[in-house]
């Protein structure tokens, strides 16, 4: 898959994220987001997983997750510099607590802008973590407005360790609504005539 990345590339000259598959079929995302579950002490190994936001201004949101990884925390940062290189995301959501984002600012290569774009590191929302975090993300897969297809492989194959980037990323996603250009009012125009008699 070949991204990229535009500040004013959208239906509305607005910032957009424009990918074509190996098809050639286009599709248009508003943003491009990642979620990561580093390694603790009694799980050696890590996940993340990018989603694309659709483009779709006055329709509910739709998300495509377009790449996973899942390793130790020397192949998670190999495996970031090579996602975010290919599919350009922008923003990365760690578990609500402070270690997670310290040991990402101290990664190689992640604090420098990539196409004009820096890298933001947030915390999930605290819900997240817990049952109503799953609930969300289970209720946004049965409304078919999560495809997984493109990760499925990855993320079956760890159930519970790719739950937590997930429920990181669609949590944060569905409390931060996406941000598009109000239309503008049409113009009044006035003839030179009428401006004077006023």
Request: hydrophobic share 35%; with cysteine.
């Given at each position: 898959?070949?991204?990229?990345?535009?500040?004013?590339?959208g239906?509305?000259?607005?910032?957009c994220?424009?990918?074509?598959?190996?098809?050639?079929?286009?599709?248009?995302?508003?943003?491009?987001?990642?979620?990561?579950?580093?390694?603790?002490?009694?799980?050696?190994?890590?996940?993340?997983?990018v989603?694309?936001?659709?483009?779709?201004?006055?329709?509910?949101?739709?998300?495509?997750?377009?790449?996973?990884?899942?390793?130790?925390?020397?192949?998670?940062?190999?495996?970031l510099?090579?996602?975010?290189?290919?599919?350009?995301?922008?923003?990365?959501?760690?578990?609500?607590?402070?270690?997670?984002?310290?040991?990402?600012?101290?990664?190689?290569?992640?604090?420098?802008?990539?196409?004009?774009?820096?890298?933001?590191?947030?915390?999930?929302?605290?819900?997240a973590?817990?049952?109503?975090?799953?609930?969300?993300?289970?209720?946004?897969?049965?409304?078919?407005?999560?495809?997984?297809?493109?990760?499925?492989?990855?993320?079956?194959?760890?159930?519970?360790?790719?739950?937590?980037?997930?429920?990181?990323?669609?949590?944060?996603?569905?409390?931060?609504?996406?941000?598009?250009?109000?239309?503008?009012?049409?113009?009044?125009?006035?003839?030179?005539?009428g401006?004077?008699?006023?």
């Amino acid at each position: 898959m070949e991204v990229k990345y535009s500040k004013n590339g959208g239906p509305k000259q607005d910032e957009c994220w424009t990918a074509r598959d190996d098809a050639g079929q286009e599709s248009l995302y508003v943003r491009m987001v990642a979620g990561i579950a580093l390694p603790k002490n009694q799980q050696p190994q890590g996940c993340l997983i990018v989603i694309g936001e659709t483009y779709r201004a006055k329709a509910p949101a739709e998300f495509t997750a377009l790449g996973a990884r899942v390793g130790m925390l020397f192949e998670l940062e190999r495996s970031l510099g090579e996602l975010r290189q290919e599919l350009k995301f922008d923003t990365i959501i760690t578990e609500p607590s402070e270690e997670p984002r310290e040991i990402l600012r101290n990664l190689p290569g992640l604090n420098r802008a990539l196409g004009g774009l820096y890298l933001s590191i947030l915390q999930a929302p605290s819900t997240a973590l817990g049952e109503i975090g799953r609930q969300r993300v289970d209720g946004i897969i049965r409304e078919k407005r999560l495809s997984l297809n493109g990760v499925r492989a990855i993320l079956d194959g760890l159930p519970d360790l790719s739950a937590l980037p997930l429920q990181y990323v669609m949590n944060w996603l569905l409390d931060n609504e996406a941000l598009y250009p109000e239309p503008r009012p049409p113009r009044e125009y006035r003839g030179l005539l009428g401006d004077m008699e006023q």
